[in-house]
């Protein structure tokens, strides 16, 4: 799986944005995706997950009732809709692939295994 997110940018704190991830390869339906993030001098950090299906999602406790993941299967595309951003959300976010199939939720860095380029998101205060 191919993958491309989009959607980053510049917003002030208490603002929203939604994230793409273009995925191209036929396994895309079958697959749990995911929504990392990374901010300078830290370590890759999970942020939220769903299932194949798009019935089953799981986030970090730091954006639990802010963020909301997504899918469109027939599309090929996964969202991540930011509400109430934070300066500590700053970061390049990366959607992920994973692995793995059959196993709920997956959560860490290794169980995903295609990876796109991120997009930067800037969390003024």
């Known amino acids: 799986v191919q993958l491309q997110a989009s959607g980053g940018g510049l917003v002030q704190a208490g603002g929203s944005l939604r994230l793409s991830c273009g995925a191209s390869?036929?396994?895309?339906?079958?697959?749990?995706m995911g929504w990392f993030r990374q901010a300078p001098g830290k370590e890759r950090e999970f942020v939220a997950t769903i299932s194949w299906s798009g019935q089953n999602t799981y986030y970090a406790d730091s954006v639990k009732g802010r963020f909301t993941i997504s899918r469109d299967n027939a599309k090929n595309q996964v969202y991540l809709q930011m509400n109430n951003l934070k300066p500590e959300d700053t970061a390049e976010y990366y959607c992920?692939?994973?692995?793995?199939?059959?196993?709920?939720?997956?959560?860490?860095?290794?169980?995903?295994?295609?990876w796109g380029p991120g997009t930067q998101v800037t969390v003024s205060s």
């Open positions: 992920a692939a994973s692995r793995y199939s059959g196993i709920w939720p997956m959560f860490r860095v290794r169980d995903f295994g295609s």
């Open positions: 390869g036929h396994t895309f339906g079958n697959i749990a």
